[in-house]
Protein backbone atom coordinates (compact mmCIF):
# COMPACT_ATOMS: atom_id res chain seq x y z
CA UNK A 1 0.00 0.00 0.00
CA UNK A 2 1.28 3.34 -1.03
CA UNK A 3 0.13 5.16 2.21
CA UNK A 4 3.07 5.86 4.38
CA UNK A 5 1.22 6.05 8.05
CA UNK A 6 0.90 3.33 9.80
CA UNK A 7 -1.52 2.28 12.46
CA UNK A 8 -1.80 0.59 16.01
CA UNK A 9 -4.12 -2.58 14.73
CA UNK A 10 -5.80 -5.64 17.16
CA UNK A 11 -7.47 -8.82 16.37
CA UNK A 12 -9.69 -9.70 18.28
CA UNK A 13 -10.36 -13.65 18.55
CA UNK A 14 -6.74 -13.63 17.16
CA UNK A 15 -6.56 -17.29 18.16
CA UNK A 16 -9.73 -18.80 16.01
CA UNK A 17 -9.70 -19.79 12.63
CA UNK A 18 -10.65 -16.38 11.17
CA UNK A 19 -8.38 -14.27 13.66
CA UNK A 20 -5.57 -16.80 12.41
CA UNK A 21 -6.25 -16.14 8.95
CA UNK A 22 -6.36 -12.14 9.69
CA UNK A 23 -2.69 -12.01 11.18
CA UNK A 24 -1.97 -14.19 7.96
CA UNK A 25 -3.41 -11.48 5.23
CA UNK A 26 -1.75 -8.78 7.39
CA UNK A 27 1.21 -10.25 7.09
CA UNK A 28 0.59 -10.99 3.39
CA UNK A 29 -0.59 -8.07 2.33
CA UNK A 30 1.96 -6.04 4.48
CA UNK A 31 -0.76 -3.53 5.90
CA UNK A 32 0.91 -0.07 7.53
CA UNK A 33 0.62 -1.69 10.73
CA UNK A 34 2.67 0.14 14.28
CA UNK A 35 1.84 -1.64 16.74
CA UNK A 36 -0.13 -5.05 16.31
CA UNK A 37 -2.43 -5.97 19.25
CA UNK A 38 -3.89 -9.47 19.50
CA UNK A 39 -6.89 -10.46 21.85
CA UNK A 40 -8.82 -13.44 22.98
CA UNK A 41 -10.57 -14.77 25.83
CA UNK A 42 -8.85 -15.18 29.17
CA UNK A 43 -9.04 -18.92 28.15
CA UNK A 44 -6.54 -18.54 25.02
CA UNK A 45 -4.41 -14.97 26.73
CA UNK A 46 -0.82 -16.09 26.64
CA UNK A 47 -0.62 -17.57 23.70
CA UNK A 48 2.18 -16.45 21.46
CA UNK A 49 0.98 -15.96 18.00
CA UNK A 50 4.48 -15.10 15.32
CA UNK A 51 3.88 -12.08 13.05
CA UNK A 52 6.82 -10.23 10.80
CA UNK A 53 8.77 -12.31 12.56
CA UNK A 54 8.23 -10.55 15.47
CA UNK A 55 6.78 -13.05 18.99
CA UNK A 56 3.49 -11.34 20.36
CA UNK A 57 1.21 -12.65 23.50
CA UNK A 58 -1.74 -13.12 23.24
CA UNK A 59 -3.87 -10.57 25.75
CA UNK A 60 -7.28 -11.21 26.94
CA UNK A 61 -9.63 -8.57 25.64
CA UNK A 62 -11.11 -5.97 27.94
CA UNK A 63 -12.64 -2.72 27.42
CA UNK A 64 -9.19 -0.78 28.12
CA UNK A 65 -7.33 -3.51 25.62
CA UNK A 66 -8.30 -0.55 22.49
CA UNK A 67 -6.97 2.72 23.92
CA UNK A 68 -4.83 3.75 21.59
CA UNK A 69 -5.98 1.49 18.98
CA UNK A 70 -7.31 2.66 15.10
CA UNK A 71 -8.67 -0.06 13.74
CA UNK A 72 -9.76 -3.27 15.60
CA UNK A 73 -10.52 -6.34 13.51
CA UNK A 74 -13.08 -8.50 15.38
CA UNK A 75 -13.95 -12.26 15.06
CA UNK A 76 -14.90 -13.92 18.62
CA UNK A 77 -18.90 -14.09 18.80
CA UNK A 78 -21.83 -11.90 17.91
CA UNK A 79 -22.08 -12.02 21.84
CA UNK A 80 -18.61 -10.48 22.66
CA UNK A 81 -18.75 -7.79 19.35
CA UNK A 82 -22.30 -6.76 21.06
CA UNK A 83 -20.06 -5.79 24.63
CA UNK A 84 -16.69 -4.95 23.56
CA UNK A 85 -17.14 -3.18 19.58
CA UNK A 86 -19.32 -0.12 20.91
CA UNK A 87 -16.62 0.32 23.96
CA UNK A 88 -13.65 -0.14 21.29
CA UNK A 89 -15.42 2.89 19.56
CA UNK A 90 -15.46 4.88 22.53
CA UNK A 91 -12.07 5.13 22.85
CA UNK A 92 -10.98 5.85 18.96
CA UNK A 93 -11.44 2.63 16.98
CA UNK A 94 -13.00 1.54 14.25
CA UNK A 95 -14.04 -2.20 14.24
CA UNK A 96 -14.52 -4.18 11.44
CA UNK A 97 -17.03 -6.61 12.82
CA UNK A 98 -16.74 -10.51 11.30
CA UNK A 99 -20.04 -11.53 13.39
CA UNK A 100 -23.80 -10.91 12.51
CA UNK A 101 -24.03 -8.76 15.83
CA UNK A 102 -24.43 -5.76 13.30
CA UNK A 103 -24.68 -6.61 9.90
CA UNK A 104 -28.52 -5.58 9.80
CA UNK A 105 -28.20 -2.32 11.98
CA UNK A 106 -29.86 0.33 9.93
CA UNK A 107 -26.81 2.28 10.65
CA UNK A 108 -23.62 0.38 9.99
CA UNK A 109 -22.17 -0.36 6.71
CA UNK A 110 -22.29 -3.81 5.39
CA UNK A 111 -19.48 -4.13 3.05
CA UNK A 112 -17.88 -6.14 -0.17
CA UNK A 113 -15.40 -3.48 -1.16
CA UNK A 114 -15.55 -4.96 -5.00
CA UNK A 115 -19.25 -4.54 -4.68
CA UNK A 116 -20.16 -1.40 -2.61
CA UNK A 117 -16.99 0.20 -1.35
CA UNK A 118 -18.01 3.68 -0.65
CA UNK A 119 -21.09 2.86 1.78
CA UNK A 120 -18.00 2.35 4.63
CA UNK A 121 -17.77 6.26 4.18
CA UNK A 122 -21.33 5.86 6.13
CA UNK A 123 -19.49 4.57 9.15
CA UNK A 124 -20.66 5.81 12.68
CA UNK A 125 -17.39 3.58 14.20
CA UNK A 126 -18.69 0.00 13.13
CA UNK A 127 -18.22 -1.62 9.86
CA UNK A 128 -19.94 -5.22 8.95
CA UNK A 129 -17.73 -7.99 7.29
CA UNK A 130 -21.07 -10.10 5.83
CA UNK A 131 -20.99 -13.90 5.87
CA UNK A 132 -18.98 -15.96 3.82
CA UNK A 133 -21.90 -17.34 1.92
CA UNK A 134 -23.41 -14.05 1.47
CA UNK A 135 -20.09 -12.45 0.35
CA UNK A 136 -18.81 -14.89 -2.63
CA UNK A 137 -22.19 -15.04 -3.87
CA UNK A 138 -22.84 -11.22 -4.24
CA UNK A 139 -19.42 -10.37 -5.50
CA UNK A 140 -20.66 -12.49 -8.28
CA UNK A 141 -24.05 -11.26 -8.55
CA UNK A 142 -23.23 -7.19 -8.49
CA UNK A 143 -21.30 -7.07 -11.60
CA UNK A 144 -24.46 -8.83 -13.24
CA UNK A 145 -27.18 -6.83 -11.62
CA UNK A 146 -25.08 -3.48 -12.96
CA UNK A 147 -25.16 -4.47 -16.26
CA UNK A 148 -28.67 -6.62 -16.87
CA UNK A 149 -30.74 -5.66 -13.95
CA UNK A 150 -31.71 -8.94 -11.05
CA UNK A 151 -35.22 -9.72 -10.25
CA UNK A 152 -34.61 -12.78 -8.49
CA UNK A 153 -31.74 -14.94 -6.93
CA UNK A 154 -31.99 -18.68 -5.69
CA UNK A 155 -28.88 -20.17 -4.13
CA UNK A 156 -28.48 -23.68 -2.71
CA UNK A 157 -24.79 -23.68 -0.83
CA UNK A 158 -22.68 -26.89 -0.29
CA UNK A 159 -20.37 -25.74 2.90
CA UNK A 160 -17.64 -26.73 4.43
CA UNK A 161 -17.10 -27.97 7.56
CA UNK A 162 -14.65 -25.25 8.39
CA UNK A 163 -17.36 -22.38 8.61
CA UNK A 164 -18.55 -24.14 12.02
CA UNK A 165 -14.98 -24.09 13.60
CA UNK A 166 -12.10 -26.43 14.27
CA UNK A 167 -13.83 -28.54 16.71
CA UNK A 168 -16.20 -29.45 13.21
CA UNK A 169 -12.89 -30.06 11.18
CA UNK A 170 -11.65 -32.24 13.60
CA UNK A 171 -15.08 -34.17 14.11
CA UNK A 172 -15.48 -34.90 10.69
CA UNK A 173 -11.45 -36.14 10.65
CA UNK A 174 -12.39 -38.58 13.76
CA UNK A 175 -15.66 -39.61 11.88
CA UNK A 176 -14.40 -40.44 8.66
CA UNK A 177 -11.98 -42.36 10.17
CA UNK A 178 -13.83 -44.47 12.34
CA UNK A 179 -16.19 -44.83 9.24
CA UNK A 180 -13.78 -46.51 7.31
CA UNK A 181 -12.73 -48.35 10.53
CA UNK A 182 -16.38 -49.92 10.75
CA UNK A 183 -17.08 -48.24 14.16
CA UNK A 184 -19.55 -46.04 15.30
CA UNK A 185 -19.84 -42.73 14.57
CA UNK A 186 -20.72 -39.84 17.55
CA UNK A 187 -21.77 -37.22 16.77
CA UNK A 188 -21.52 -33.72 18.74
CA UNK A 189 -21.48 -30.54 17.08
CA UNK A 190 -23.10 -30.31 13.90
CA UNK A 191 -25.36 -28.93 13.00
CA UNK A 192 -25.48 -26.75 15.70
CA UNK A 193 -23.57 -27.33 18.97
CA UNK A 194 -26.06 -26.17 20.90
CA UNK A 195 -29.13 -27.87 20.22
CA UNK A 196 -30.31 -31.65 21.16
CA UNK A 197 -30.06 -33.50 17.96
CA UNK A 198 -26.49 -33.83 16.34
CA UNK A 199 -25.98 -35.74 13.38
CA UNK A 200 -22.67 -37.01 11.68
CA UNK A 201 -21.16 -35.52 8.79
CA UNK A 202 -18.75 -37.46 7.81
CA UNK A 203 -19.98 -39.03 4.19
CA UNK A 204 -23.42 -37.36 5.17
CA UNK A 205 -25.32 -33.59 4.22
CA UNK A 206 -26.95 -31.65 6.53
CA UNK A 207 -29.57 -29.53 5.37
CA UNK A 208 -29.65 -27.07 8.34
CA UNK A 209 -26.41 -24.49 9.07
CA UNK A 210 -27.54 -22.95 12.42
CA UNK A 211 -30.64 -22.54 14.28
CA UNK A 212 -33.99 -22.81 12.54
CA UNK A 213 -36.28 -19.68 12.64
CA UNK A 214 -39.92 -19.36 12.87
CA UNK A 215 -40.79 -19.56 9.20
CA UNK A 216 -38.50 -22.47 8.15
CA UNK A 217 -35.67 -20.89 7.09
CA UNK A 218 -32.55 -20.87 9.05
CA UNK A 219 -30.63 -18.33 10.76
CA UNK A 220 -27.95 -19.24 8.09
CA UNK A 221 -29.98 -18.79 4.93
CA UNK A 222 -31.95 -15.34 6.29
CA UNK A 223 -28.49 -14.56 6.49
CA UNK A 224 -27.79 -14.77 3.37
CA UNK A 225 -31.51 -13.63 1.95
CA UNK A 226 -31.44 -10.07 3.96
CA UNK A 227 -28.05 -9.31 3.35
CA UNK A 228 -27.81 -9.31 -0.02
CA UNK A 229 -30.65 -6.93 -0.24
CA UNK A 230 -28.54 -4.65 1.76
CA UNK A 231 -25.49 -4.96 0.63
CA UNK A 232 -26.87 -4.93 -3.28
CA UNK A 233 -29.46 -2.01 -2.43
CA UNK A 234 -32.39 -4.06 -3.46
CA UNK A 235 -34.67 -3.94 -0.77
CA UNK A 236 -37.44 -5.83 -3.33
CA UNK A 237 -35.49 -8.04 -4.73
CA UNK A 238 -36.40 -11.74 -4.13
CA UNK A 239 -34.00 -14.15 -2.67
CA UNK A 240 -34.51 -17.82 -1.47
CA UNK A 241 -31.81 -19.60 0.10
CA UNK A 242 -31.38 -23.71 1.59
CA UNK A 243 -28.06 -24.04 3.03
CA UNK A 244 -26.16 -27.41 3.26
CA UNK A 245 -22.88 -28.77 5.32
CA UNK A 246 -21.07 -31.04 3.67
CA UNK A 247 -17.60 -33.34 4.63
CA UNK A 248 -15.11 -31.43 2.89
CA UNK A 249 -12.85 -28.93 5.38
CA UNK A 250 -12.69 -25.91 3.15
CA UNK A 251 -14.51 -23.51 0.31
CA UNK A 252 -17.91 -22.97 0.36
CA UNK A 253 -19.69 -23.62 -3.17
CA UNK A 254 -23.07 -22.28 -4.43
CA UNK A 255 -25.56 -23.35 -6.99
CA UNK A 256 -26.98 -19.81 -7.97
CA UNK A 257 -30.11 -19.10 -10.07
CA UNK A 258 -30.84 -15.26 -10.73
CA UNK A 259 -33.21 -13.93 -13.36
CA UNK A 260 -32.44 -10.69 -15.24
CA UNK A 261 -34.23 -7.64 -16.37
CA UNK A 262 -32.25 -7.24 -19.48
CA UNK A 263 -32.34 -9.76 -22.07
CA UNK A 264 -28.36 -11.04 -22.20
CA UNK A 265 -26.73 -13.78 -23.28
CA UNK A 266 -24.60 -16.80 -21.82
CA UNK A 267 -21.44 -15.53 -23.67
CA UNK A 268 -22.61 -11.73 -22.40
CA UNK A 269 -22.52 -12.87 -18.76
CA UNK A 270 -19.34 -14.62 -19.18
CA UNK A 271 -17.62 -11.54 -20.57
CA UNK A 272 -19.33 -9.23 -18.13
CA UNK A 273 -17.81 -11.41 -15.13
CA UNK A 274 -14.42 -11.94 -16.72
CA UNK A 275 -13.79 -8.49 -16.06
CA UNK A 276 -15.19 -8.40 -12.93
CA UNK A 277 -13.10 -7.34 -10.07
CA UNK A 278 -12.52 -10.25 -7.60
CA UNK A 279 -13.83 -12.92 -10.03
CA UNK A 280 -11.96 -15.84 -11.76
CA UNK A 281 -13.99 -17.37 -14.58
CA UNK A 282 -13.53 -20.47 -15.00
CA UNK A 283 -16.23 -21.85 -17.49
CA UNK A 284 -15.47 -24.67 -20.21
CA UNK A 285 -17.73 -27.52 -20.10
CA UNK A 286 -16.12 -29.19 -23.18
CA UNK A 287 -13.24 -29.30 -21.66
CA UNK A 288 -14.78 -29.90 -17.82
CA UNK A 289 -13.25 -26.91 -16.92
CA UNK A 290 -15.05 -25.16 -13.60
CA UNK A 291 -13.67 -24.62 -10.09
CA UNK A 292 -14.55 -26.69 -7.13
CA UNK A 293 -13.87 -26.46 -3.39
CA UNK A 294 -10.45 -28.01 -3.50
CA UNK A 295 -8.99 -25.48 -6.43
CA UNK A 296 -10.36 -22.42 -4.39
CA UNK A 297 -8.46 -23.14 -0.63
CA UNK A 298 -6.08 -21.17 0.15
CA UNK A 299 -7.37 -18.46 -2.85
CA UNK A 300 -8.33 -14.69 -2.43
CA UNK A 301 -10.95 -14.91 -5.16
CA UNK A 302 -14.37 -15.85 -5.78
CA UNK A 303 -14.59 -18.11 -8.90
CA UNK A 304 -17.58 -19.00 -11.29
CA UNK A 305 -18.00 -21.78 -13.81
CA UNK A 306 -21.21 -23.52 -15.30
CA UNK A 307 -22.78 -20.28 -16.39
CA UNK A 308 -25.69 -21.84 -18.68
CA UNK A 309 -29.37 -20.58 -19.84
CA UNK A 310 -32.27 -21.62 -17.85
CA UNK A 311 -34.41 -23.94 -20.21
CA UNK A 312 -37.97 -22.62 -19.40
CA UNK A 313 -37.31 -18.67 -18.48
CA UNK A 314 -35.66 -16.78 -20.77
CA UNK A 315 -34.66 -14.28 -18.21
CA UNK A 316 -33.09 -16.94 -16.01
CA UNK A 317 -29.55 -18.08 -15.77
CA UNK A 318 -27.19 -20.70 -13.39
CA UNK A 319 -23.70 -20.24 -11.90
CA UNK A 320 -21.76 -22.35 -9.51
CA UNK A 321 -19.75 -20.01 -7.87
CA UNK A 322 -16.85 -21.07 -5.12
CA UNK A 323 -14.49 -19.37 -2.89
CA UNK A 324 -12.75 -20.18 0.44
CA UNK A 325 -14.58 -19.21 3.09
CA UNK A 326 -11.68 -18.36 5.57
CA UNK A 327 -10.44 -16.27 3.40
CA UNK A 328 -12.67 -13.62 1.06
CA UNK A 329 -15.66 -15.46 3.06
CA UNK A 330 -13.96 -14.02 6.15
CA UNK A 331 -10.48 -12.34 6.76
CA UNK A 332 -9.93 -11.48 3.38
CA UNK A 333 -12.66 -9.15 3.05
CA UNK A 334 -11.34 -8.19 6.77
CA UNK A 335 -8.65 -6.89 5.69
CA UNK A 336 -9.95 -5.35 2.46
CA UNK A 337 -12.50 -3.34 4.27
CA UNK A 338 -9.26 -1.97 6.85
CA UNK A 339 -7.28 -0.60 3.78
CA UNK A 340 -10.47 0.67 1.97
CA UNK A 341 -10.51 3.07 5.17
CA UNK A 342 -6.91 3.64 5.26
CA UNK A 343 -6.82 4.49 0.98
CA UNK A 344 -9.47 6.70 1.21
CA UNK A 345 -8.84 8.31 4.83
CA UNK A 346 -12.53 7.03 5.78
CA UNK A 347 -11.21 6.80 9.41
Known sequence: MSNTKTYNVAVLGATGAVGQKIIETLEMKNFPIKQLKLLSSSRSAGTKIKFNDEIIIVEEAKPESFEGVDIALFSAGGSISKVLAPEAVKRGAVV????????????????????????????????????????????????????????RVIVSTYQAVSGAGAEAVEELKDQAQAFLAGE?????????KSESNHYPIAFNALPQIDVFQDNGYTFEEMKMINETKKILHHAELSVAATCV???????????????????????????????????????????????????????????????????????????????????????????????????NNWL
Not at 184 to 192: R, S
Not at 260 to 285: C, F, R, W, Y
Not at 333 to 343: G, H, R
Request: charged share 25%.
Open 245 to 343: RLPFFTSHAESVYFEVEEDTSVSSIQATLKHAPGIVLKDNPQKQEYPTPLDAAGKSDVFVGRIRKDLDDHKGYHMWVVSDNLLKGAAWNSVQIAESLVK
Open 184 to 192: DLHAELLPV
Open 96 to 151: IDNTSAYRMDESVPLVIPEVNETDIQAHNGIIANPNCSTIQMVTALKPIQDKYGLN
